[in-house]
Nanobody
Framework: QVQLVESGGGLVQAGGSLRLSCAAS????????MGWFRQAPGKEREFVAA????????YYTDSVKGRFTISRGKAKNTVYLQMNSLKPEDTAIYYC?????????????????????WGQGTQVTVSS
């Protein structure tokens, strides 16, 4: 059974940092890109960041560029999202997701419909 399990969410003051982790199990994900999405209350789920299977290319939504960093663990079945200089507008449920092996282009990784495995989400709350 395929599982993506996020951890690391919590409550933090504006300007603080959190590091989210996503552990994949049940299948080899080292040959797949991985991404992070978020959904704020009353809003649609949106793309946050993605990383290609080899870790060479990373993509970010404009609002988090320079503040968030996506990376892969050495085992490749783990992906991290380091979030610095957090703002109240970063408050959301953050989801880890993984697409099929052939999905690697920038355009496809930005699109949540490209992903077929999702975690249960972890809450991030940033207080002002």
């Amino acid at each position: 059974q395929v599982q993506l399990v996020e951890s690391g969410g919590g409550l933090v003051q504006a300007g603080g940092s959190l590091r989210l982790s996503c552990a994949a199990s049940g299948r080899t994900f080292s040959s797949r890109a991985m991404g992070w999405f978020r959904q704020a209350p009353g809003k649609e789920r949106e793309f946050v960041a993605a990383i290609t299977e080899n870790g060479r290319d990373t993509y970010y939504t404009d609002s988090v560029k320079g503040r968030f960093t996506i990376s892969r663990g050495k085992a490749k079945n783990t992906v991290y999202l380091q979030m610095n200089s957090l703002k109240p507008e970063d408050t959301a449920i953050y989801y880890c997701a993984c697409p099929p092996p052939y999905v690697s282009s920038h355009a496809m990784l930005l699109n949540q419909n490209s992903y077929n495995f999702w975690g249960q989400g972890t809450q991030v709350t940033v207080s002002s």
